[in-house]
């Protein structure tokens, strides 16, 4: 039903939609003077020819190049708002409709509005993808009319695909053809606007089509925690690398690994032990007389500063000579001689003004077993505090030292502890202790492996794992005496052995001392019934093989003692009883 509308498409003038009511026209406002100019025939006839509703005007179907919807803008670049104008009355255009929809020469006057805003358009067939206007505040965007109201803007259209030719038969269908997939559109014409006011940058300040701040955050913030991550990691490796140099010396230098350094305590019988609590106790000796002088070594027996150690360690000084004590402290003090005896090869000196001594406890030889552990301390070759350390290799050893005057006064009869532990030059007078840092021996003679003639004294060979040393016992007994009186009292049987007899056992002579008997008168011998020319052949069940080793085996006891003797006499055996008797030592 035809209700006087037009029934075509609006078509789109280069005039201003009218305000007031529909179908009314308002009366423009025209300078004095102006003359109207004549609408074009048809103007207001929808159904003239040449009109909007004509299917045959070029305009009755959408344009090559319409214009572009408002939406179309690109980000940023707001469309001006147009002038405002004094209504027209709705009617005849001022000039007949431009197929190409460009707009008229020159500025606008008052009697036509300012063109609406035209979008540069691409080469024919190249879509412009839609772009949102941002309105301006001095050209608002046109708002649409109310439904129904005649002479207002046609509704904005997006660009549509190019119009193929109309056919002859059908001169007002139009055939719409698929638009083609869009291509990608320069940056500068989704950013370019002619029309745009004076001033406007030409390209928009915003961000690239495509782009969401968000996502730039994003990769913003990935790209801090990437960074933070290596700046750690690069921190890392460089301290790393600083603290091995620092540590290591550098790169080019070698430094070997090494153990740090512990200060846990040595168990007591361990050597370490052992040495660390006998060594502030023994002492080296420096020993000078008019004809020779000697080292050697001694431990304190006492807090009142007596030193035992060996009559041949002290034996160059004399009676004039000079005795220097130095302590494992390096402490030196001087000493005087106490007392000394050749038979037991044992002397006592005495240091004064000392304090602090700690005395080196003793203890009891006769407890000793083959095997047991030992430490021997001293100054071989004058090299203080010397420790060596090895075993006890046998017991009850009759060895015999000295014998350089020729009479046989300086002649020493030991009844020995033979050891391997190291003993050299200078170690004589030494303490030989066992596990519990007791002193057991008194390091006194080793056998030189070059001169084959039996123990020496003060020889410079070297040791050969051939040491011996007093019992304690014996040397406690002798220690006492020589602090006591000076003297060394020796256990005697009263008898002159022949040294020359080289059978099994010990035989009396034929004379004694001065050509007088060889059995002393009145003496233990006698008493028990030992005859001239009897051979000894055994001491408490233990067996003598010459008279070295019978002198041995009595000075090992004390006078006052009771022996039993087996002996021979014209090929009969005989066992005896006698108490030891004493004779003073030189």
Do not use: C
Not at 53 to 67: E, F
Not at 451 to 457: A, M, N, T, Y
């Amino acid at each position: 039903m035809d209700d006087g509308k037009p029934t075509g498409p609006q078509a789109k003038w280069w005039s201003r939609p009218t305000t007031g009511r529909p179908g009314r026209a308002e009366p423009e406002s025209r300078a004095p003077g102006e003359d109207t100019p004549p609408a074009p025939p048809g103007a207001g006839d929808p159904a003239a020819p040449g009109s909007a509703a004509d299917p045959s005007h070029p305009t009755a179907s959408a344009p090559d190049h319409p214009a572009a919807p408002a939406d179309a803008a690109p980000p940023g670049a707001g469309r001006e708002p147009q002038a405002s104008h004094p209504p027209r009355p709705s009617g005849a255009p001022l000039h007949e409709p431009d197929a190409y929809s460009t707009p008229p020469y020159g500025d606008p006057g008052p009697w036509a509005p300012a063109p609406p805003v035209q979008r540069p358009t691409p080469a024919h067939g190249t879509p412009v993808p839609p772009q949102a206007a941002a309105p301006s505040p001095q050209h608002p965007s046109p708002v649409p009319p109310p439904a129904g109201v005649q002479g207002g803007p046609a509704p904005v259209q997006p660009h549509p695909a190019p119009v193929q030719p109309q056919s002859p038969q059908h001169p007002a269908a139009v055939q719409q053809q698929p638009a083609p997939a869009p291509a990608p559109v320069p940056a500068q014409w989704g950013q370019y606007d002619p029309w745009a006011a004076p001033g406007q940058p030409l390209t928009q300040l915003g961000p690239p089509a495509g782009t969401e701040p968000g996502r730039r955050k994003n990769r913003r913030g990935g790209a801090f925690a990437g960074v933070l991550l290596l700046t750690l990691v690069a921190s890392g490796i460089g301290g790393g690398v600083g603290a091995y140099i620092e540590r290591n010396g550098g790169l080019t230098t070698v430094e070997l690994p090494q153990a740090s350094r512990t200060t846990t305590d040595r168990a007591p019988e361990s050597v370490a032990g052992i040495a660390a609590s006998a060594l502030p106790s023994v002492v080296t000796l420096h020993v000078s007389g008019t004809a020779e002088s000697g080292t050697g070594t001694g431990f304190v027996l006492d807090n009142r500063g007596h030193i035992l150690t060996n009559n041949h360690v002290v034996a160059p000084a004399g009676t004039t000579g000079d005795i220097t004590v130095t302590f494992s402290s390096g402490e030196t003090a001087t000493a005087e001689l106490v007392g000394k005896d050749s038979g037991y090869d044992l002397a006592v000196v005495r240091v004064r003004g000392v304090s602090g001594l700690k005395p080196l406890p003793l203890g009891n030889s006769d407890n000793v077993r083959v095997g047991d552990p030992v430490v021997a301390i001293g100054a071989p070759f004058d090299l203080s505090n010397t420790v060596t350390s090895g075993i006890i290799s046998a017991k009850q050893r009759p060895i015999t030292a000295g014998g350089e005057k020729g009479d046989g006064s300086d002649i020493s009869y030991v009844d020995a502890l033979q050891t391997d532990a190291p003993i050299n030059p200078g170690n004589s007078g030494g303490p030989l202790v066992d596990t519990q840092a007791h002193v057991i021996g008194i390091n006194s003679a080793i056998r030189a492996a070059d001169s084959g003639k039996g123990p020496e004294r003060g020889g410079q060979s070297g040791s050969i794992g051939l040491g011996f040393a007093i019992p304690i016992n014996q040397g406690k007994r002798v220690a006492e005496e020589l602090i006591n009186t000076g003297r060394a009292t020796h256990p005697v049987i009263g008898v002159t052995l022949d040294m020359k007899f080289t059978g099994d056992g010990a035989k009396v002579g034929t004379k004694g001392a001065d050509d007088g008997p060889a059995v002393t008168k009145d003496g233990p011998a006698a008493k028990a019934g030992i005859r001239s020319g009897d051979v000894i052949t055994a001491v408490q069940g233990q067996r003598v093989h010459s008279g070295e080793e019978l002198i041995v085996k009595i000075r090992a006891h004390r006078p006052g003692d009771r022996l039993e003797l087996r002996l021979t006499r014209g090929g009969e055996e005989l066992t005896i009883t006698l108490t030891l008797g004493s004779s003073s030592g030189t």
